[in-house]
């Protein structure tokens, strides 16, 4: 009997579709499209077993939709922009660009090993300059529709390697790779007009039916949509303050005007005051997260301006300066209210400044003292002399009172606001799409010409200093203007690389085209049906994506249709595996990879040494913690089919998965079985036999498999799949049948391992590939199920089962029972004392 090495079939089988090109996606007017994509990866060295299941349940979608007669688009390209390419070059000499394509050129050779359908024809990376080019033929034109713009923003400033950082590059106030202290600082900085679009792009949430409701309420939590009141506070010494509130309901409250660091006061009065000047440095250390500034100590100035509180204009408020206040926000302005928010009561104890209580709570009316009371705005509350009456109401209804009131009165305006702040996509540093524009004395900021597109980035510069090597480029930075000829200097920013990631998918539609897209290309492929990535990246990648698909829509690079690009979205969980730890001579941990581990009777120990190894609990694959497992170690182990398997049928692909060693040995088994089985059933002769549960087996599979791969449900198919292979070995039904099932159970475990069923439809006569078979279909006819099985219980204990027709007599049902062996040797040829039967369920019989 032929065994199952993986190592033969599977790139024989490669090679078959290879020739074949059977993943090229091919326009074709007569079909329906379907487009998968995965998020596509950061080339950062080598792929672990994570990236194996994220590609391979896009890869089952691809094959299965594919069998089902859809024209499918799979590509895959390469997230290649970003700081860990630059940091590598100045860690260890070298370009980031050999980096990154030497780390591009290890990962697909990861990769092509597995089997993925993916159409590699279309691959590129977005440190392409074919790619950026269009990147910057878009941002010309999303200048001319007046969709991207430059303003004065204030930024985390790292004082050390001299540029900005991200949000998540602040950990605990520090840069990231200097360590040093981050600074606020104000830069002139380019941004997308992504807030014009708050409301649309919450209100479209409704519609994004296949995604999963957790990424929805993320997005819409980040988008925030508030309503308020603004209004404002008149000066005592002439002007006014305006501030907008969305607790409105507890003006009464109010301890304090509070201004952020960046407000026009605070830099009027530090351009007048040294003391001023001074006390706004120290606020503006840290970075400008909110997490940042809600846990940054509370530092305060007293600005020594007064103004009047609109209820009572004998009533005057202090004006200070608060280092938790926002400037891009609102309107860089609140009122406190220290008993019903934090923030503003711990600002107030340090600065013993009053707390007023403007509601109590119905249960306990206690005045705050070091916990502010803010309960549920539906929930109700005893209001202290609201001036709109109010006694008990909720925060809901008293905030919609107050609004009526302060609109009627004419002092205030509701106003509806939204958390969600412009695109600030400015980044000093090299490694990234140059924005193509330039700086003319004459002529002011100009876009580049089009003709002269892509402005590439020069490859001779060096890193061996802090900051921006384009800054520093003796003939880079020089140009002509574009529109008066005249000597001028490029912007040396690059973009944000979300950008780059933020239109890849539509780009795959027509990689080589002219232009950002062709339209018609786009027409046919988009939208992505099925989007597949970590929940990581449910906030900020996905929201702007979205706003991108809208802002190529009015410059007409996407159809109407793609404003919402991905129809479907799955986010599925991680693969975790142990940690393996020993202790240096400072007690340091060292982490070592799990093939370096050997198992004993006494734990784990370093196989080099016979070191005893911490073993810790399973966490998401890291590069840092060693915890990973290379795909090329389990595919020469095992085979690119057992890996795929495992990582499917181990959990719910929404839930995180451990790799073991021992769940890979128990996946190939039961392939090795299979292929056995295959060999076993190839060999038989065509003669008939008792078919018929076999045949309504393989048509109960065709059925639940299908409605798995469909719902996502791929361990539930997986599941299916063993139950039928089970029933095939036993089988007594005749060889043809046998092989028809075979066959079936082939096709049906080709989207998960495609290289072991193409050798089974190879091995039992199946017509072509196995991969561009029609996917079998189910007879419902076979589906009604005439019979029952019902258990068969003596004293208690299950000992049998039969097998009856649904509408059988009870008697008949008694006499079957009473037969089976297990019965009959109970009852040793005495009378059963008892014979329960319920009709469709079970038998109980008492001796």
Known sequence: MSRYTAADIEPKWQDAWDKAGIFTAKRDETKPKYYVLEMFPYPSGRIHMGHVRNYTMGDVISRYKSSCGFSVLHPMGW????????????????????????????????????????????????????YYGQQQAMFIDFMEKGLVYRKNATVNWDPVDMTVLANEQVIDGCGWRSGAPVERRELTQWFFKISDYSAELLEALDGLDNWPEKVRTMQANWIGRSQGLQ????????????????????????????????????????AENPEVAAKLAEMRKGGTTEEAIETAEKLGYDTGIRVKHPLDPNWELPVWIANFILMDYGTGAIFACPAHDQRDLDFCRKYDLPVVDTFLSLDDPSPVEKEAFVPPKTEKVKWINHFAGLDEATGDEAIEATIKFAEKAGWGT?????????????????????????????????????????????????????GNPLDRHPTWRDCACPSCGKPAQRETDTMDTFVDSSWYFARFTSPNAATPTDLDDASYWMNVDQYIGGIEHAILHLLYSRFFARAMNICGHLPDEAIEPFNALFTQGMVTHEIYVTRDENDRPVYHLPEDIEWTENGARLGACGTEVEVIPSAKMSKSKKNVVDPAHIISSFGADTARWFVLSDSPPERDVEWTASGAEAAAKHLARVHATAVKIAAMDDAEGDDTDLLRAMHKAIHDVTMGIESFGFNAAI?????????????????????????????????????????????????GLIAQAPWPKADEAMLVDDTVTMPIQINGKRRAEISVPKDMDKAEVEKLALAEDAVVRALNGKSPKKVIVVPGRIVNVVV
Not at 434 to 463: R, S
Not at 719 to 734: D, E, P, V, W
Not at 744 to 767: C, F, K, R, V
Request: glycine fraction near 10%.
């Open 79 to 130: 997230d290649a922009f970003g700081m860990p390419a630059e940091n590598a070059a100045m860690a260890q000499g070298g370009h980031p660009g050999t980096w990154t394509y030497d780390n591009i050129k290890t990962m697909k050779g990861q990769m092509k090993p597995l089997g993925l359908s993916i159409d590699w024809s279309r691959e590129f990376a977005t440190c392409d300059p074919e």
């Open 231 to 270: 209004f404002s506070f008149e000066r005592t010494d002439g002007g006014e303050i305006e501030v907008y509130t969305t607790r409105p309901d507890t003006l009464m409250g109010a301890s304090f005007i509070g201004i952020s660091p960046d407000h026009p006061i605070s830099k009027e009065l530090e």
């Open 414 to 466: 509701g106003v509806e606001k939204f958390r969600l702040r412009d695109w600030g996509l400015s980044r000093q540093r090299y490694w990234g799409c140059p924005i193509p524009v330039v700086h003319c004395p004459d002529c002011g900021v100009v876009p580049e010409k089009k003709e002269n597109l892509p402005i590439k980035l020069p490859e001779d510069v060096t890193f061996d200093v802090p």
């Open 719 to 767: 599941a299916k799949l063993y139950a039928f292979q089970n029933t095939i070995s036993k089988s007594r039904a005749g060889g043809a049948a046998q092989k028809l099932a075979m066959r079936t159970l082939a096709q049906l475990m080709s989207p998960m391992t495609p290289h072991l069923s193409e050798e089974i439809w190879s091995m039992l006569g199946g017509d």
